[in-house]
């Protein structure tokens, strides 16, 4: 059947309808092709320290004949990478995928059962963790089939006497490392240096081998492994990058990678695309320290940037953010979560760059949805579907609905995964015979094929039969200056079923529930207003700053 996409006519100039999936056979392919591009441009940086293209490409091939030489491993085997952004992670994850095996790309936040549900479901047989979180895999290691722990520093490869200064500090003055005891693990450096003993042998990858394991939805109970293949990545790569590329300089971007690599947005948009481009991704290992953060940027001058709305938030309220270069940015990515107007408005407030609203999920590699680059202001859509995505919004019974009505949204194109690791139902449930991922998200599409997320199908609260989307009680009551950040959450209500309870951090101590609730009363229709407002230090976030709405759901109803 034919297949309607009114998108197309909005396409920005030089965007192609379709992306060449079969230029690059696997992301190996990619890496190849940038060191032989950018062989002495630098391409990752972490902490003062800069790693050309050779470099990566020399480290990584050592890594890669480790884990075929010393250790045996054979193709397909599983990989965790337990690593926030320091230097360590992409010379590893390119070297396990350069040895044909697959990542599996692990939060180090994790507690002792997340990581053992992750490691038995995986079946990873290698472990390579930071010191930081050594301790958490001694807890379970017995209970895994892991026969290898690998372990670096954080200074490791930062050079003399810098590394040796970052590792003592961390150990002994700031104590962020706990006591762990592993035996027979190896460390990163004698891994590297033993791999220098093989030569790296010529590895068949094939477009449908899995490159990475992505665990995704802890959040509807138990995370499950998305099989990413070579050539969901590498499609996902080309879609975005024939998407953004339209005014890189090649060889010469440089991207603040503040979102964890671990993540499949900063793994596609920063370590894929920007390789393929030549850039550098200057990479922010604790983000959350925002003063830090802040203090790196005004010392770097970046061309480009991706986060979700809580860094850029939380950057926009640091002291000394406005004083940062901007001429250089041309480029600003937000996903992961809604991004909110009052948010996007200051940013192209204080950089002069237009935040740029995306959207994508791990199980489509993950970018499915992007506003234009050229786009002059906010406007409240996650944007067109990208080259070679197809995109509708269906009812309950999986029929196609016209334009403007809200239903399920539902993706198709070469990015989406090939299923989820070992979950044949979960798969048939998420994908169907006609091959739409289904995305538990509710949206609509205007007339010019703009997609707008009205909410997660599962956030939605239902207030006497009606519909209250989270996500527009949330834009409204961020709209007051007092408020810091804020999430809506359904709590039960004996009159209307469920009843909208706002929580609230605070800019202005002084802020008062009677003011949030006027506001509101201002902007919202009746049973959309807020009818409990609590008010919290903090908010519980994802390891990516995504706020946990579930964990406010299922906290003691505060009144």
Known sequence: MSFERPWLAQYPERVPAEID??????VVAVLE????NYRDRPAFANLGKTLTYAEIDQLSAQFAAYLLGELKLKKGDRVAIMMPNCLQYPIATFGVLRAGLTVVNTNPMYTARELKHQLVDSGASVIFVLDNFAHTVQEVIADTQVKQVITTGLG???GFPKGAIVNFVLKYVKKMVPEYDLPGAIRFRDALALGQRHTLPTVDIEPNDIAFLQYTGGTTGVAKGAMLTHRNMVANMQQAAAWVGTNVRMGEEVIITALPLYHIFALTANGLVFMKFGGLNHMITNPRDMKAFVKELKSTRFTAITGVNTLFNGLLNTPGFDEVDFSGLHLTLG????????????WKQVTGSTLVEAYGLTESAPAACINPMDLADYNGAIGLPIPSTDA??????????PQGEVGELCLRGPQIMKGYWKRPEDTAAAIDADGWLHTGDMARMDEKGFFYIVDRKKDMILVSG????PNEVEDVIAM??????????GVPDEKSGEAVKVVIVKK???????????????NLTGYKHPRYVEFRTELPKTNVGKILRRELRDAPAAR
């Open 480 to 489: 007051m200056p007092g408020v810091l950040e804020v999430a809506a959450v």
């Open 335 to 346: 996903g992961g979560m809604a991004v909110q107007r009052s948010v996007a408005e200051r």
């Open 392 to 401: 509708c919004v269906k009812d309950e019974a999986g029929n196609a609905l």
């Open 156 to 158: 490791d490869m930062l």
């Open 508 to 522: 202005d101590p002084a802020l008062t529930a009677e003011q949030v609730k006027a506001h509101a009363r201002e």
């Open 21 to 26: 999936v079969d230029e690059f056979p696997s």
């Open 33 to 36: 092709s940038a060191i032989e």
């Open 466 to 469: 009606f519909n209250v989307y």
